[in-house]
């Protein structure tokens, strides 16, 4: 019996930027004695179900955006007798829709890191059970991923996890409900042990792939001091000591690494936090920044976010400390209007932000937002091809509509021709040119411009275009640019990079 674990996509590039880490983590988490895993990343190439034998177990994580594909994976699985497991988020959500569409012997629900290995067990004695409640794991059990079994030069950034879970409660976001509100933090000597790991192969930019890098903000702190809660208050500081902590770790590693994040803007409240970043070797951060003004900001429950001017100079305090910002805009919030577009491009560049995403809002499962979308669609009953809207993630991939919640003033199609525009005005190329002045080599200049129109193009295929002409071609030129651009990334091995100590 051999153990496969398969990334489904419904597109191929030969090379990816960023390490799916879960085929890793659940590779760490399948026991020796069934031999190494197999791991098929199918953002590098597809699946072949040819090599399965009855009784193999195959391990298929989807999110919304793939499930399709891992049902049809499901399907080539089960017809040459083996085991098909599913997890991730979307079987977390829906685990009744994994057994009907994708012919599941059994589901994963939660984190896979502790209930992998009894999945495979009773895989073996024939006995699996329909589902499994993986639930949250603490950090203590994180699994540390198996980065020996990594394809040599297929990826330019390696990904690696410091801390599950986010306190807040966007209306657009799943992350608070799927990984809870209570951060969990991966112990620092897992963290580093990994990082060095990835040194010695050669990566030295590494993604540190958390829901939120800064889970404990002055308003936290302030809200347990006024309740005079000194549980909490300690709980907290805790917390947020384990971060300095860390980052002190990551401060050690060889100059050359280039760590990049997912943060709320709130850490630009806290200049000691991003002193210790920058000296932490963080030079990047993803900030939601979601909207420009006050009323957009209240539409998706993200009050703590600021607006207008305070949102400039917030975004430009993460550049005084190194850290390039890649700002997330969301475009058709009920407060939206068609000055708006304009107002958040300007915004943006005022700002100095490096990189930019204008997604639009998009109504995604186990969100607040998806919940709403899914009472109204249903009174109306849509279908296509016989398939209701409130399901179009099954859907074929060809006919499958993008599906946006429904603008009180404005149409999809406006918002949508409006949301290409500012992209295609953020990413013109004497505006790349400019921006890339934040990096001082020619080849790093270089760099900068390959990685802004990949992530452009590669955002156009599976983002907000519809155009399958438009989405063929993005597809051609990402493959054409991926290639040299993993080569920018990679950077000669350290085998013998030591840990630094505590
Ligand atoms: S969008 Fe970010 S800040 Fe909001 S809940 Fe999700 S992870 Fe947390």
């Not at 021709?417 to 270089?446: C, K, M, N």
Request: hydrophobic share 40%; charged share 25%; net charge neutral.
């Amino acid at each position: 019996m051999r153990v496969y674990l398969v990334n489904p996509s419904h597109v191929s590039f030969g090379v990816a930027v960023i390490t799916p880490r879960w085929l890793y983590v659940l590779a760490a988490a399948t026991p020796t004695g069934w031999g190494d895993p197999i791991l098929c990343d199918e953002t590098l190439e597809p699946f072949d179900p040819e090599q399965l034998a009855p009784g193999d177990v195959v391990g298929i994580g989807i999110h919304t955006g793939n499930a399709l594909r891992g049902y049809e994976v499901g399907h080539e699985v089960r017809a040459r007798g083996a085991y098909v497991v599913y997890g991730g988020i979307h079987a977390t959500l829906y685990p009744d829709e994994a057994h009907t569409m994708g012919e599941a012997h059994s589901v994963v629900k939660g984190d896979g890191d502790v209930i992998w290995s009894t999945v495979i067990a009773d895989c073996a004695a024939g006995t699996p059970r329909d589902v499994y409640e993986g639930g949250r794991v603490s950090g203590g059990a994180f699994r540390p991923a198996r980065w020996d079994l990594l394809p040599k030069n297929r990826y330019m950034w390696a990904s690696v996890q410091t801390v599950r879970g986010c306190p807040k409660h966007c209306s657009f976001c799943s992350v608070w409900r799927t990984d809870g509100q209570t951060p969990r933090q991966h112990a620092s000597d897992a963290v580093i042990a990994e990082i060095v790991q990835l040194r010695r192969l050669g990566f030295r930019f590494i993604a540190l792939a958390d829901d939120n890098f800064y889970p404990v903000s002055a308003a936290d702190l302030a809200q347990a001091a006024r309740r005079n809660d000194a549980a909490r208050l300690h709980e907290l500081e805790e917390l947020r000591d384990e971060r300095f902590a860390l980052m002190a770790r990551l401060a050690r590693l060889p100059e050359d690494m280039v760590f990049y994040t997912q943060i709320t803007m709130e850490a630009a409240e806290d200049l000691t936090f991003l002193d210790a970043m920058r000296k932490a070797h963080i030079r990047g951060a993803l900030v939601g920044v979601e909207s420009v003004t006050p009323e957009g900001l209240k539409d998706v429950y993200k009050g703590f976010n600021l607006a207008g001017d305070a949102l400039v100079e917030r975004l430009q305090t993460f550049g005084k400390y190194g850290i390039h910002v890649l700002g997330s805009f969301i475009f058709g919030l009920p407060s939206d209007r068609p000055e708006t577009f304009k107002a958040t491009a300007d915004l943006a560049e005022r700002a100095g932000v490096t990189f930019a995403q204008f997604v639009m809002l998009t109504p995604f499962p186990g969100t607040i937002d998806f919940e709403r979308w899914e009472r109204d669609e249903a009174r109306v009953g849509v279908n296509i091809g016989g398939v209701p809207i409130t399901r179009h993630w099954l859907i074929p991939q060809a006919k499958r509509p993008k599906v946006y919640v429904p603008h009180p003033v404005m149409s999809s199609d406006e918002i949508r021709d409006r949301t290409q525009a500012v992209w295609d005005q953020f990413y013109a190329l004497p505006r790349i040119w400019e921006r890339s002045r934040a990096v001082e080599s020619w080849r790093g200049r270089l760099a900068f411009v390959l990685i802004s129109k990949l992530y452009r193009q590669m955002y156009a295929n599976t983002g907000i275009a519809t155009d399958s002409a438009r989405t063929a071609r993005s597809v051609r030129i990402a493959r054409v640019i991926a290639r040299p651009c993993r080569r920018l990334f990679a950077a000669a091995p350290m085998p013998h990079l030591d840990v630094p100590t505590a």
